[in-house]
């Protein structure tokens, strides 16, 4: 089965790097209840409810109607880093010597606003998933793939704010020699404020590639566009 190298975290995109765990916050309501003796009670207390209950489904209405909904970022998968070929040792590059192959399926964003609606000040979670298909070559004895592979974010004059590298491993079970997988999610948090909002971030994903698996990938992409 697939796996990260990396645990499950929140990381945190300001002006310059940053890496910090997102605090939770839970908010619990208690319900009073209270016993009367008689009814000129009863009816303050009724009367007292009925404050109360209007405050509350007042504070209650507030808290939601706060909720706001922003666009994600625009993200992209880099053409020249979407495919990864990796090779058995030696100086062989034919369709014999290649241990493995994967290349980029999909990839999808999940976005939360937390924004207080009067300051426009706030932050956006987006968990970033990441589909890839693999391939077992003819050279691969071990049953396993290991692919590295970044996402960073910039922004719209394309300012790199956030960067990091992560491992995704697979393993060939049985006669297997493809395989679909994903990573584990990765989030991050994006600083919104007045005249920020997740369409000012562009997040960015591809393999980490050599030069030469760079070259050969500019190559493939010449050869399907002709």
């Not at 908010?27 to 207390?45: E, Q």
């Not at 922004?155 to 997988?181: H, P, Q």
Request: charged share 25%; aromatic share 8%.
């Amino acid at each position: 089965m697939p796996h990260g190298d990396e645990p499950l975290k929140v990381r945190t995109v300001r002006d310059h790097l940053a890496l910090n765990l997102l605090d939770l916050l839970f908010v619990t309501i208690s319900l009073l209840k209270t016993n009367t003796k008689s009814w000129i009670s009863v009816i303050l207390l009724v009367s007292v409810a009925l404050v109360g209950g209007c405050e509350t489904a007042s504070k209650v209405t507030n808290i939601f109607s706060k909720s706001i909904i922003l666009p994600c970022p625009d993200y992209r998968i880099l053409a020249v880093a979407a495919n990864y070929t990796a090779y058995k040792e030696g100086p062989g590059r034919d369709l014999t010597d290649v241990d493995f192959e994967g290349k980029y399926n999909n990839m999808r964003l999940g976005c939360l606003t937390k924004m207080d609606k009067e300051t426009k000040i706030g932050t956006m979670e987006v968990d970033i998933t990441l589909d890839f298909i693999a391939q077992r070559g003819p050279a691969n004895k071990t049953r396993k793939a290991t692919f590295p592979y970044f996402i960073s974010v910039t922004d719209l004059n394309n300012k790199i704010l956030y960067r990091e590298e992560f491992k995704v491993s697979v393993s060939f079970a049985g006669n297997r020699t493809g395989l679909g997988f994903r990573n584990d999610p990765v989030t991050l948090e994006l600083d919104l404020k007045p005249g920020r909002t997740g369409e000012n971030y562009i997040v960015f994903t591809g393999f980490i590639v050599t030069p030469e698996q760079l070259k050969n990938n500019r190559a493939r992409r010449r050869s399907v566009t002709q």
